[in-house]
């Protein structure tokens, strides 16, 4: 069986293809290790849906990615609170209304 890990020759920024065409779930990706993965992803082409519970935050986090990457970045939130089921059901809603597929979800929030 033939598997990649992480690290240096596992998946790395560096190591992932074009993503032109492809939507990219985030959950905390307003800040830290979630944003990082929001800018990799959008320099490779990708669009991404921010799940994040702050809309302040959000719109902020999208602002600093369209000054970096330009006012075309694709890059969207949707609010959802992982602690409210309720608002994950209508986040997931709303994603599927916007999003015509899903390629991952990132899980990043509440993960420590």
Do not use: H
Request: glycine fraction near 8%; aromatic fraction near 6%.
């Amino acid at each position: 069986m033939n598997t990649i890990g992480f690290g240096k020759q596992g998946w790395t920024p560096e190591r992932l293809g074009n993503s032109a065409g492809k939507t990219y779930l985030t959950t905390g990706a307003n800040t830290g290790a979630g944003f990082a993965a929001a800018r990799i992803l959008l320099r490779k082409g990708a669009a991404v849906v921010m799940l994040n519970r702050s809309r302040q935050k959000s719109e902020r986090a999208m602002a600093d990615l369209r000054k970096e990457l330009g006012a075309n970045a694709r890059v969207s939130f949707t609010r959802m609170d992982l602690a409210d089921f309720s608002s994950v059901r209508e986040a997931a809603a709303e994603v599927l209304r916007m999003v015509p597929r899903i390629d991952a979800l990132i899980c990043n929030a509440a993960v420590a």
